[in-house]
């Protein structure tokens, strides 16, 4: 916690020495803004993202960003955000992004920094909530308890919009980058829930390198997007000796340093959207593949499984009024494609009610169907309903 | 019988002049006007369109594009229908994607015309929208 403010102060710092000699600009160069949001949840049964089997008011983002524009297609900007959903984030303030970007021409642009990553068509800013129809955006493509590795990518990234006139616009980026993934994460928590494992104690990624595509086709409204990302990862963890016998050491200790080895990670997306009027659908696929081997650290990693995992959603908005927006999506998230049962997807029909207060603040009430238990955690009586609802409410507010 | 006739037009005609007039003023209710810097050619309804969705942002003659609006005017949703093809909503949101991700300023915004038209006249690669009835000197007008 220390850590984050102290890096906080001195990026804040940081940022107030760089634009001060540029204050009699500042109306028109500098721009800060920010968002807070404050949501709450409630399950039928069992817990999802959060302690939801009872209710939880732990789900909140907020960020503050500054961005200083040169006029001369340079810029630089950072944002400062904290997040609370459940055990991940606990409100601790860190850096979601700070880089500096140079646009040569429209059609070829440079970054250098700590990004978002642009996969997807809402994925680059899932945590400013004003921007969506939905409270919980479609797990199947935007799990909420892993976000944090779609953020904080430290790299490079090159960039464009090729307009190509009667054929339409084409934006790519392409990326190498780190993954900065703490311990105290949602990725670290997924580890833990899914693995077996007791505590995540050192997590390395890879070299991330990812790709994106949009096409804006000359038919207006429609966009078209396919993106892929490739990475690996060794995460150490301690776990429970199954075989753990007190009066016996030929069993080994209590515990056991395990590792998590992930190779070969592809992970590719697919989006459709059209927007008539008032009117948005929209639908976008995700493909994962990769080889993991849990082993005895120490030891050879043995064989690898590979699994692959498709997963996909189908939405539809409307806005009826300037302060009334209604959506409607079905989600499937699948673990293994080559499995079944219950504990190996999770169906979401999801109905949402927005409400645009003022220009800047928004409400919002859902009501989720859900079929499945992949991603879930037990309720509080200790069981797991395969069949379940959940509802939620949030409220946001950005300048 | 003839009066009679030429009555029933008149009053037919000034029903269907009622009913089409707003939509004709609606056509011709908001101009785009650009700094005097901005190259002529490059000035076209597609390009408007590119510009205020985010995907232009430099002038063919490489100046930064610098985009105004007047969103809280009678006109502002009339210039989305008839150039951007978005609604107010998604307007809004298009911009605020690209700000909150620090990929461009959110367009600089006016309440009042006439500070709108001084902006546009007085700095380089500025581009905007007004009511016809303005009749701004000294920028580019969209033909």
Redesign the interface.
């Known amino acids: 916690m220390r850590n984050y403010l102290i890096k906080s102060l001195w990026l804040i710092s940081l940022m107030l020495i760089f634009i001060s000699p540029f204050n009699g600009f500042a109306e028109q160069n500098v721009r800060i803004h920010g968002f807070v949001s404050q949501g709450y949840l409630k399950s039928s049964s069992n817990n999802f993202l959060a302690e939801t089997d009872k209710g939880t008011f732990q789900y909140n983002d907020m960020g503050l960003n500054f961005q200083y524009f040169t006029g001369d297609k340079v810029s630089i900007g950072a944002q400062l955000g904290a997040r609370d959903l459940g055990d991940v984030g606990n409100d601790k303030v860190g850096v979601n992004w700070v880089y500096g970007d140079y646009k040569w021409r429209d059609w070829l642009g440079f970054r250098a920094g700590i990004m978002k990553a642009s996969s997807t068509l809402y994925g680059e800013n899932r945590d400013v909530d004003s921007l969506h129809t939905w409270i919980i955006m479609p797990q199947s493509l935007y799990n909420e308890q892993q976000r944090d590795a779609s953020q904080g990518l430290k790299g490079i990234s090159l960039y464009g919009n090729i307009d190509m006139a009667s054929m339409g616009m084409l934006k790519y980026d392409l990326r190498m980058a780190d993954l900065q993934v703490g311990l105290d994460s949602g990725t670290a928590q997924t580890i833990i829930a899914s693995g077996g494992v007791s505590s995540v104690t050192d997590i390395s990624f890879d070299t991330l390198y990812a790709w994106s595509l949009r096409w804006k086709a000359p038919i207006d409204g429609l966009q078209v997007g396919a993106d892929g990302a490739m990475t690996g990862g060794l995460f150490q963890a301690i776990s429970p000796n199954p075989y753990y016998d007190p009066t016996n050491p030929l069993f080994g200790p209590e515990t056991l340093n395990i590792s998590i080895d992930t190779k070969e990670v592809l992970s590719t997306s697919y989006s459709l959207e059209y927007v008539y009027r008032d009117l948005i659908l929209t639908t976008e696929w995700s493909i994962s593949d990769q080889k993991v081997a849990y082993y005895v650290t120490g030891t050879p990693p043995g064989s690898y499984t590979k699994t692959k995992a498709t997963s996909y959603y189908f939405s539809a908005s409307y806005r009826f009024l300037d302060w009334l927006e209604m959506g409607t999506y079905y989600s499937k998230s699948v673990a293994d494609d080559d499995e079944r049962g219950p504990d190996n997807e999770l169906k979401d029909i999801c109905l949402t009610t927005r409400f645009d207060i003022t220009d800047n603040m928004t409400f919002k009430l859902e009501a989720h169907s859900m079929k499945g238990t992949y991603g879930v955690s037990a309720g509080d009586d200790g069981s797991l309903d395969d069949s379940w609802n959940l509802f939620g409410a949030k409220v946001s507010y950005n300048f | 019988m003839n009066m009679k006739h030429s009555f029933k037009t008149i009053i037919l005609s000034l029903f269907v002049f009622g009913l089409i007039s707003p939509l004709w003023a609606m056509a011709e209710d908001v101009i785009v006007i650009a700094n005097k810097s901005v190259p002529q050619s490059s000035l076209d309804a597609d390009i408007v369109k ?1 510009i205020y969705v985010g ?4 002038w063919p003659d ?1 100046t ?1 594009v610098v985009v105004t609006i007047m969103d809280k005017s009678d006109f502002h949703e009339d210039f989305l229908t008839k150039y951007v ?6 307007f ?2 298009t911009w ?2 690209i ?8 367009p ?1 915004q006016f309440d009042n015309v006439d500070d709108l038209i001084k902006f546009v006249t007085n700095t380089t690669g500025a581009i905007g929208y007004v009511n016809a009835s303005a009749s701004p000197a000294d920028v580019i007008v969209l033909k």
């Not at chain 2, 700000?99 to 959110?106: A, C, D, L, Q, T």
């Open positions: 590119k995907d232009i942002s430099i490489n930064t093809s978005k609604s107010k909503s998604q809004k949101a605020k994607n700000m909150f991700s620090g990929k461009g300023p959110y600089k």
